[in-house]
T-cell receptor
Framework: AQTVTQSQPEMSVQEAETVTLSCTYDTSESDYYLFWYKQPPSRQMILVIRQEAYKQQNATENRFSVNFQKAAKSFSLKISDSQLGDAAMYFCAYRTPNSGYALNFGKGTSLLVTP | DVKVTQSSRYLVKRTGEKVFLECVQDMDHENMFWYRQDPGLGLRLIYFSYDVKMKEKGDIPEGYSVSREKKERFSLILESASTNQTSMYLC?????????????FGNGTRLTVT
């Protein structure tokens, strides 16, 4: 079975600091797509960033960036200049063409941001 | 913006009841999904649909069924609710045209079965 592993159930970061959330995945496919979602207490799942496996350049969205290591099957999320509003559950997910359009999610990392 | 609306935010049902969870999206998306979210387990796929009247089983379909009579509406049905189906249920939709198309989620329905 294809799996996504988020090895950090909880993380903590101080405001204005940088934090990295880890994600590894297991697939034999060469073509796939990776996503990070954020779920604040409101429960709304929000897309943070996405990366195509065929792209070598790491995706960046404002304070959010990824470190995509294809050979290591690693897709970590870096949050710079952390803000109180970044506190949430973060889920890593991926999709392969053979799996249709459903996403396969990790178990999530709870991020606490302290003042 | 895409809007995915789940009919109930909280729902309390009794064991053995038939339960319907409704989901409507307004962006003409072909794909629709039902996930279940439990602490420590992440999101697990129950069923999904590529088109009207089409359905595919996900990873945990046991005890559930779905209905998609119209493109914008995807219903999750618990034929006989059990306490182990107490959970958060998330509906999502996506566009079929791009492989990197993200899922757009509703706000979730927290179901308690007593």
């Amino acid at each position: 079975a294809q799996t996504v592993t988020q090895s950090q159930p909880e993380m903590s970061v101080q405001e204005a600091e940088t934090v990295t959330l880890s994600c590894t995945y297991d697939t034999s496919e060469s073509d796939y797509y990776l996503f990070w979602y954020k779920q604040p207490p409101s429960r709304q799942m929000i897309l943070v960033i996405r990366q195509e496996a065929y792209k070598q350049q790491n995706a960046t969205e404002n304070r959010f960036s990824v470190n995509f290591q294809k050979a290591a099957k690693s897709f970590s999320l870096k949050i710079s200049d952390s803000q109180l509003g970044d506190a949430a559950m973060y889920f890593c997910a991926y999709r392969t063409p053979n799996s249709g359009y459903a996403l396969n999610f990790g178990k999530g990392t709870s991020l606490l941001v302290t003042p | 913006d895409v809007k995915v609306t789940q009919s109930s935010r909280y729902l309390v049902k009794r064991t053995g009841e038939k339960v319907f969870l409704e989901c409507v999206q307004d962006m003409d998306h072909e794909n629709m999904f039902w996930y279940r979210q439990d602490p420590g387990l992440g999101l697990r796929l129950i069923y999904f649909s590529y088109d009207v009247k089409m359905k595919e089983k996900g990873d945990i379909p046991e005890g559930y069924s779905v209905s998609r009579e119209k493109k914008e509406r995807f219903s999750l049905i618990l034929e006989s609710a059990s306490t182990n189906q107490t959970s958060m249920y998330l509906c999502a939709s996506s566009y079929v045209g791009q492989k990197n198309s993200p899922l757009h989620f509703g706000n979730g329905t927290r179901l308690t079965v007593t």
